[in-house]
């Protein structure tokens, strides 16, 4: 079946600097969905990108959809305390979503 | 819009007893709905699809008779953890989507179980 993976698992940071994580499907996917979810919350929608070679920004956010629609990052420019939380990515095979095991954000002062 | 609830937030229970959980689409009507299980620090596992006025379809190794999905309309839909154990103590989170299967999914707030 299809598997998401998504890398790095952790990451730690020192406010200001950029950060991102990377998402990899072993199948191409229909669309991709990018969660975030704060420590002791749940997960929040953020973004579906669903063309080839997508790109859609939110504030300091970049997402990307790679030309096979196999692969996905999500960048944070000058990282901010308020960025801590965990970043799942979705790949959607048109009939489920499956998550990535998502990426982890500390961002120290 | 697409707002989900869940109820409760928290419970502890003794083990061997049953605990029901509730997710309601309040917004919006939720032709899917989606569970979730998530350990500390893990990725969230999905349980359960469940359209609703049918049967749920459950995830490989999930037990259909352990955990209940009744999806009776199309703003809530109940999870039940029948005679929980201490290994059944998670973060249960329920998702719904307007559409079926692979849209977006807007999350309840999850509801912590813990099994004494």
């Known amino acids: 079946g299809q598997q998401v993976m998504q890398i790095p698992q952790y990451q730690h940071v020192q406010e200001g600097e950029d950060f991102t994580t990377y998402c990899n499907s072993s199948?191409?996917?229909?669309?991709i969905q990018w969660y975030k979810q704060r420590p002791g919350g749940h997960p929040v929608f953020l973004i579906q990108?669903?063309?080839?070679?997508e790109v859609k920004k939110q504030k300091r956010l970049t997402f990307q959809f790679g030309e096979a629609k196999k692969n996905s990052s999500l960048h944070i420019t000058a990282t901010q305390t308020t960025d801590v939380g965990t970043y799942f990515c979705a790949g959607n095979s048109g009939y489920a979503l499956n998550f990535g095991k998502g990426t982890s954000l500390l961002v120290t002062p | 819009g697409a707002v989900v609830s869940q109820h409760p937030s928290w419970v502890i229970c003794k083990s061997g007893t049953s605990v029901k959980i509730e997710c309601r689409s309040l917004?919006?009507?939720?032709?899917?709905m989606f569970w979730y299980r998530q350990f500390p620090k893990q990725s969230l596992m999905l349980m359960a699809t469940?359209?609703?006025?049918?049967?749920?379809?459950?995830e490989q190794g999930v037990e259909k008779d352990k955990f209940l999905i009744n999806h009776a309309s199309l703003t809530l839909s109940t999870l039940t953890v029948t005679s929980a154990h201490p290994e059944d103590s998670s973060f249960y989170i329920c998702?719904?989507?307007?559409?079926?299967?692979?849209?977006?999914?807007?999350f309840g707030p999850g509801t912590r179980l813990l099994v004494l």
């Open positions: 990108l669903v063309k080839s070679g």
């Open positions: 917004d919006f009507q939720a032709t899917t």
């Open positions: 199948t191409t996917l229909s669309n």
């Open positions: 998702s719904a989507s307007r559409t079926s299967g692979s849209q977006t999914q807007y």
């Open positions: 469940s359209n609703e006025g049918s049967k749920a379809t459950y």
